[in-house]
């Protein structure tokens, strides 16, 4: 039995509201906690509710792909298919920092005026994401349309 009374009361509904809002410095515990014990699932979890919460934190996006690589390669160990059993945030959070990634790829890219040498060092890994001030975690195959586009153009490897 529910008590519509009570259940409408400003107290009880200001209590739900409440409980229903996500904590992000919360999160951001259990996910410390959970990295220290090396338990990447529940770190990945919790640093995709920190990212949902809080967007437009600096480490945010590198926690969570930090987080989420070591994760893959747990599961890569063994054998096992990851994706199914990754809840609807993480996913959706993963998708946001590719999207960071990628638009930091394109910042560099563009920075880079088409020098080969630069376009090279990224694609390698050399050059520091200008954000996080860490090697850039980029996808080799988006490197791979600039190196297609300069043998294109006749240009050559550094």
Same mark, same amino acid.
């Not at 107290?11 to 410390?32: C, D, G, I, T, V």
């Not at 376009?119 to 349309?145: H, M």
């Given at each position: ?11 009880? %509904? $200001?209590?739900? #509201?409440? &409980?229903?809002?996500?904590?992000? @410095?919360?999160? =951001?515990?259990?996910?410390?906690? !959970? /990295? ?15 990212? %949902? $919460?809080?967007? #437009?934190? &600096?480490?945010?996006?590198?926690? @969570?792909?930090? =987080?989420?690589?070591?994760?893959? !390669? /747990? ?68 490197c791979n349309t600039w ?12």
């Amino acid at each position: 039995m529910i008590d519509l009374e009570f259940k409408n009361t400003p107290r009880e %509904k $200001a209590y739900r #509201e409440f &409980k229903a809002h996500s904590k992000p @410095l919360w999160h =951001a515990e259990q996910a410390e906690i !959970a /990295e220290q014990n090396e338990n990447w699932f529940a770190a990945t979890f919790h640093r995709a509710w920190v990212l %949902k $919460a809080e967007p #437009e934190t &600096k480490d945010g996006p590198q926690l @969570l792909q930090t =987080a989420y690589e070591k994760l893959k !390669a /747990e599961y890569a160990e063994q054998d096992k298919e990851l994706t199914p059993y990754l809840n609807p945030v993480v996913r959706e959070m993963l998708a946001l920092v590719e999207s960071y990634m990628i638009r930091d790829f394109e910042r560099l890219i563009d920075k880079s005026k088409g020098d080969l040498k630069i376009i090279n060092q990224i694609a390698w890994g050399v050059v520091k994401n200008p954000i996080s001030n860490e090697d850039f975690p980029i996808r080799l195959k988006k490197c791979n349309t600039w190196f297609e586009q300069a043998v294109k153009n006749n240009q050559t490897m550094v």
